[in-house]
């Protein structure tokens, strides 16, 4: 149970739960193959059944922590900060990326989009999810769709994902890791036809880092 100081602070953003923060390179969509400060954000209600990190879910397990050390430690590392989760959009984001941007970082969020926008972003990865849809808010500002594909019917919500979302985001489709071998040879195949669609891959996990 928090105090009601510390409370007032995670409700206005001043303070986050903060799961984990590493530097790696980013594995996944548009920045594939780039350097970034990655910062991991407890607590998500969206509930996918093949999340990777399910113990984001529980933003209590995660102690608060000011937004002034996650900053400062972000900025030992990297010119880009990734903001994830967990689902960092339960919280007010304002602040953080605000700090950041005062420190010359460029601020990037991965986001289910299940809240609104808050944040000031340099790029919105939305990667939707089917069991908690996004906020019109994120789809008329996200620079990338990527839609995870775990069985066929999935390239039939990637297209319905595409029709809502602006029309300069660029658009990925991505194997869910455990049916990769399985799925791989379908985006391929989807892509080809589909030229507007790429693809992207969790390159992290073949190279075994975070």
Known sequence: MLSKEVQLEVNKGAMLPLME??????????????????????????????????????????????????????SKYAETVVVTGGEPLMWDMTLLTQMLKDNQRKVHIETSGAYDLTGTWD?????????????????????????????????IFAEE??????DDAILFLQPE??????????????????????????????LNIP
């Open 21 to 74: 923060e590493f530097y790696t390179i980013q594995g996944e969509g548009f920045h594939t193959g780039t350097a970034a400060y990655f910062v991991r954000i407890g607590g998500c209600d969206v509930g996918c059944h093949w999340c990777d990190v399910k113990e984001s879910w529980n933003a209590s397990l995660h102690p608060p922590t000011s937004v002034d050390l996650i900053v400062a430690n972000a």
């Open 161 to 166: 994902q595409a029709e809502l979302v602006n």
């Open 123 to 155: 790029w919105i990865c939305l990667s939707p999810k089917k069991n908690k849809l996004p906020t019109k808010t994120v789809y008329d500002k996200a620079h990338e769709l990527k839609v995870i594909i775990f069985n066929k019917h999935d390239f």
């Open 177 to 206: 890791w455990s049916k990769k071998e399985e799925m791989t040879p379908l985006i391929v195949d989807y892509v080809m036809n589909n030229p507007k669609w790429r693809v992207s891959l969790q390159t992290h996990k073949y």
